[in-house]
């Protein structure tokens, strides 16, 4: 067989490792040859390819990014969709295809699935908001990293008795915040689950002053929105598949704190740093695991499937399940928070 993959969306550390499985059990194991799609969806609607091997691919295990290039392209939004996408496939003898995405790539593969074209997926973001897997890689790195900034952030807001302000991403979905901020001893977290109230921040700030601990650090997911009507907040432009370009609630709750109570506030974005760089340990086998999983699904012939991690176990689901809802912060993860802020 002739095998397309492509990686779509935002880049996420582990993408190479599940690449590079793909092509040694689909090349090594099964015979087959497999093709690499350029920039995600656009790669397979614009026929811009490159081959993958065994021998190409070796070394990119612990590579950061993807050697396949990502965007944003919604296909059925920019292109003709199914049809253009039919043309490259047939042009290049493309029996299947494996597309690595988030929800919007996974999307755009479950309709092709209901189309009839030959697709399989693999689940992939740094959120970890995909419902039909208990994780997805790239999500350890990401709270690996902003753990790491939390902890050094806490030493220097120590010294200056200042407030910390650490925004991570997270837009649907506050798993990093919440992860990281548990990990790094977070005193306040904020996740798009739950909107806030600025008047209960500051509240924890003034609290913990009061009891002599001048230095605090609050992780705040991009998506995360004040009570209606309590703090005003700005929206970006919108791309692809409509979401908006976030980053602005840090600088807005590090001015407002500053505002409300006189200390020394200072904000840092984390944004795309989470992003790149190395896969930890655990994104690596999880991003091997679901490559090799991947070919085993093209391979029996399972389309229209995505590999999950349901315990210890790599199991296929259906795509349309997998891109039905977003996995978002249960009220009992967050309470578990809630226990340390202040
Ligand atoms: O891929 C998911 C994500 O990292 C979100 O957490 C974030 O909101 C978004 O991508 C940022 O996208 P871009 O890199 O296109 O600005």
């Given amino acids: 067989m002739r095998i397309g993959i492509l990686t779509g969306g935002g880049d996420c550390p582990g993408l190479n490792a599940v690449i590079r499985a793909v092509v040694r059990k689909g090349e090594g194991q099964y015979g087959h040859e497999v093709i690499g799609f350029l920039h995600g969806w656009r790669g397979v609607m614009e026929n811009e390819s490159i081959p993958l091997t065994i021998a190409g691919t070796r070394g990119i295990l612990a590579r950061g990014g993807t050697v396949l290039l990502s965007s944003r392209t919604n296909p059925f939004k920019t292109y003709g969709g199914e049809a253009s996408l039919r043309k490259t496939l047939d042009e290049m003898s493309i029996d299947a295809l494996i597309a690595i995405g988030g929800e919007d790539t996974l999307g755009v593969a479950a309709r092709l699935a209901d189309a009839g074209i030959r697709v399989v997926g693999v689940p992939k973001t740094i959120d970890n908001d995909l419902s039909a897997t208990d994780v997805t890689f790239g999500f350890d790195t990401a709270v690996q990293t902003a753990t790491e900034a939390i902890d050094r952030l806490r030493t220097t807001a120590e010294s200056h008795d200042r407030v910390m302000v650490v925004e991570v991403m997270g837009r649907h979905a506050g798993w990093i915040a919440l992860h990281s901020g548990m ?67 840090g600088n807005r709750l590090t001015e407002e704190i500053e505002r409300r109570t006189g200390w020394e506030t200072r904000a840092t974005i984390l944004g795309h740093v989470i992003r790149g760089g190395t896969p930890t340990a655990n994104d690596r086998l999880l991003a091997t695991r679901f490559g090799l999983a991947a070919i085993d699904a093209v391979q029996a012939g399972e389309f229209g499937s995505m590999v999950a991690l349901r315990g210890t176990q790599i199991v296929r689901v259906p795509l349309a399940e997998a891109v039905a809802t977003l996995k978002t912060v249960p009220e009992e993860r967050y309470a578990e928070a809630e226990v340390f802020f202040g």
């Avoid at 009891?211 to 919108?238: F, P």
């Fill in 183 to 249: 990990a790094g001893g977070a005193d306040v977290i904020l996740i798009p689950e739950r909107p806030f109230d600025i008047d209960e921040v500051v509240a924890y700030l003034t609290s913990r002053h009061s009891a002599g601990r001048r230095a605090s650090v609050i992780v705040v997911a991009e998506g995360a929105t004040a009570l209606e009507g309590t703090l005003e907040t700005i929206t970006g432009e919108t791309d692809d598949f409509g979401h908006a370009r976030l980053g602005g609630i």
